[in-house]
T-cell receptor
Framework: AQSVTQPDIHITVSEGASLELRCNYSYGATPYLFWYVQSPGQGLQLLLKYFSGDTLVQGIKGFEAEFKRSQSSFNLRKPSVHWSDAAEYFCAVGPRRGGSYIPTFGRGTSLIVHP | DVKVTQSSRYLVKRTGEKVFLECVQD?????MFWYRQDPGLGLRLIYFSYDVKMKEKGDIPEGYSVSREKKERFSLILESASTNQTSMYLC????????????FGPGTRLTVL
């Protein structure tokens, strides 16, 4: 079965600094990969997704992610963090094997932004 | 603008009560999902439905049931609420096409006393 690992539970950065959130996955076929963001008190919102093609994917809010098959990684990056980026970030891989179209989520990384 | 709504943002219930959490989507999506979210555990799938009257267990179905009588509505039922079901519950929907993103509701924070 597929799995997703987000090794960092919390990340603290200063406003204006660059950001990289790590995501590693285990999946037997070409994966569909997603990054979602959850602001305090909100549901999840899609930041970006990768299906195929260019391995560098651009998303909303200035985020990008790079798919590296050799490392089984799909790390999320942002060159300059804003205070409003403080949130919980979830990486997901899908679909579940057996044909049910259900992504598997990582445990999340909480981003703290210092002024 | 697409929308998934959940009937309550906050809910407080007593142990042993039967609890209904409602979710409605306006996007004509075939698939709908219920997750619970707990700190450090991420999102865990309780049940999902791939079409009306069709459902399948997720990773943690014990103590829960679901109902989907209409395409736009997916209900989560706690047959007899227990304190260990205190959690944030998230509903989501998606089109059936492979790889399509999920759209999430704002969540229901359920407290069982």
């Amino acid at each position: 079965a597929q799995s997703v690992t987000q090794p960092d539970i919390h990340i603290t950065v200063s406003e204006g600094a660059s950001l990289e959130l790590r995501c590693n996955y285990s999946y037997g076929a070409t994966p569909y990969l997603f990054w979602y963001v959850q602001s305090p008190g909100q549901g999840l919102q899609l930041l970006l997704k990768y299906f195929s093609g260019d391995t560098l994917v651009q998303g909303i809010k200035g985020f990008e992610a790079e798919f590296k098959r050799s490392q089984s990684s799909f790390n999320l990056r942002k060159p300059s963090v804003h205070w409003s980026d403080a949130a919980e970030y979830f990486c997901a891989v899908g679909p579940r094997r057996g044909g049910s179209y259900i992504p598997t989520f990582g445990r999340g990384t909480s981003l703290i932004v210092h002024p | 603008d697409v929308k998934v709504t959940q009937s309550s943002r906050y809910l407080v219930k007593r142990t042993g009560e039967k609890v209904f959490l409602e979710c409605v989507q306006d996007m004509d999506h075939e698939n709908m999902f219920w997750y619970r979210q707990d700190p450090g555990l991420g999102l865990r799938l309780i049940y999902f439905s791939y079409d009306v009257k069709m459902k399948e267990k997720g990773d943690i179905p014990e103590g829960y049931s679901v109902s989907r009588e209409k395409k736009e509505r997916f209900s989560l039922i706690l047959e007899s609420a227990s304190t260990n079901q205190t959690s944030m519950y998230l509903c989501a929907s998606k089109e059936v096409a492979l790889g399509n993103e999920q759209f999430f509701g704002p969540g229901t924070r359920l407290t069982v006393l």
